[in-house]
């Protein structure tokens, strides 16, 4: 299985910008699907995941409101809607497969596919 994330960039402080990751095979009625970011120095924190089938979501407190992830099942891929956008967004984002399981799909221990990450800067 390839993830293969797209969309990162450049932008203002109150601007927008739209992730994608694009799965190579099917996913399956299990699986979630997470977006995780990585600033310098840091650890890789959770953002939002969302359950291929169900659809229901998750989202990091430090994002609801301002990010959205949504999903495209014939595309077998994911989306991260990135509104609002503060100068601590900074960081590499990283999305994920996994398996669903409602206790433990907000870590990264539940994933076991990577993307490459994309970068995302926020300038103040």
């Known amino acids: 299985v390839q993830l293969q994330a797209s969309g990162g960039g450049l932008v203002q402080a109150g601007g927008s910008l739209r992730l994608s990751c694009a799965a190579s095979?099917?996913?399956?009625?299990?699986?979630?699907m997470g977006w995780f970011r990585q600033a310098p120095g840091q650890e890789r924190e959770f953002v939002a995941a969302?359950?291929?089938?169900?659809?229901?979501?998750s989202y990091a407190d430090s994002v609801k409101g301002r990010f959205t992830i949504s999903k495209d099942n014939a595309k077998n891929t994911v989306y991260l809607q990135m509104n609002s956008l503060k100068p601590e967004d900074t960081a590499v984002y990283y999305c994920?497969?996994?398996?669903?399981?409602?206790?433990?799909?907000?870590?990264?221990?539940?994933?076991?596919?990577w993307g490459q990450g994309t970068q995302v800067t926020v300038s103040s």
């Open positions: 095979v099917r996913t399956f009625s299990r699986d979630a």
């Open positions: 994920a497969r996994g398996q669903y399981i409602s206790t433990t799909w907000r870590t990264a221990a539940a994933y076991d596919y």
């Open positions: 969302i359950h291929w089938i169900g659809g229901f979501t």
